[in-house]
């Protein structure tokens, strides 16, 4: 009745791009930079059932399942 739990996640991830000065500098913009992040964006495992990153005693046990959450955003000075 014993599986492997080998797995692997992608936990966090933020990419970030700055705008060049030449094209922000137009605007009337000191600096501009767009980002997404994203949290718990997967979980790869071979098994069927269970999450493998909770531990499981035979208990009940009211843990949450990791909520997927992806952010955008704009930095911008003036």
Known sequence: ???????VALRNVTL???VPQSFS????IADLSVF???DNL????ENTGMDPQ????G???????????ITFG????F
Do not use: E, K
């Open 1 to 7: 009745y014993l599986q492997p739990m080998d797995y």
């Open 16 to 18: 970030n791009y700055r």
């Open 25 to 28: 500098n137009q605007y009337g």
């Open 36 to 38: 997404v992040s994203a």
């Open 42 to 45: 997967f979980v790869w495992n």
């Open 54 to 57: 909770h531990s499981f005693t």
């Open 59 to 69: 208990q009940t046990n009211h843990g949450y399942i990791p909520v997927r959450t």
């Open 74 to 77: 704009l930095n911008l000075q």
